[in-house]
């Protein structure tokens, strides 16, 4: 398959972060198609791709995996006409766990993780890293998907300062706790749901959680 980078050139200035989206890929929708073909062409330079994983490999292990819910991050106020648009509009990829070991956090069955997290090298520095991971976007889908959490969690290697910095600009806090990784140690990190978001979830049954011991997390 020939991965689809696009233009790695920046536009002046940041995009207007109030057209950002997410959009589950696990709902069999037209859209989800679409960005489902136009993740699997997603490709990142080297020194980015040794802390993520692409979505060749993330988005089947989440399909097979009832407790991981993969979305895209989508940089376009408006429906997707077919792949060209799908691919133009892409910018991103993440997947939300719905089962985090206590290793990461206490009370894990108020939390939620967000792992195989990035944003494409075209889009990149212009907020939609910051949007896609603050309220209300990343809020509101959790607490679809995970209406028992009250808190985000991700890990993030300790060499991968610039997106520890998009992290905390998104309102992350460091835990103290750091766990192993492919890559060399990695932080975690974590924020309350936004009150709002927790309102919400909270009129929601609660899924079964059935937690398991990991100890790599992308």
Known sequence: MTR???????????????????????????????????VLEHDLPPEQLRFTGLPVRTLPDADQDPERVPYAIVALDG??????????ACAGFGVLDRVIGSELVD???????????????????RG???????????????????PHAERIV?????????????YRAAGFDFT???????AGPQDVMARPLSPPARTRAHTTPEPAIHPEPRTRYL
Do not use: F, H, I
């Open 4 to 38: 689809w980078r696009g233009s790695r050139k920046r536009a002046a200035g940041r995009w207007d972060t109030t057209q950002v989206r997410l959009v589950r890929l696990d709902t069999g929708s037209a859209e989800s198609a679409l960005l489902r073909e136009a």
């Open 79 to 88: 429906a997707l006409t077919g792949p060209d648009s799908a691919r133009a």
């Open 107 to 125: 009370a894990p069955e108020r939390a939620v993780l967000m792992r195989a997290y990035y944003v494409t090298p075209q889009w990149q520095g």
């Open 128 to 146: 939609v890293g910051r949007a896609s991971c603050s309220a209300p976007l990343l809020d509101r889908l959790v607490a679809e998907v995970a």
């Open 154 to 166: 991700l890990c993030v290697n300790q060499a991968n300062q610039s997106a520890q910095r998009a």
């Open 176 to 182: 103290g706790k750091v766990v192993p990784g492919g």
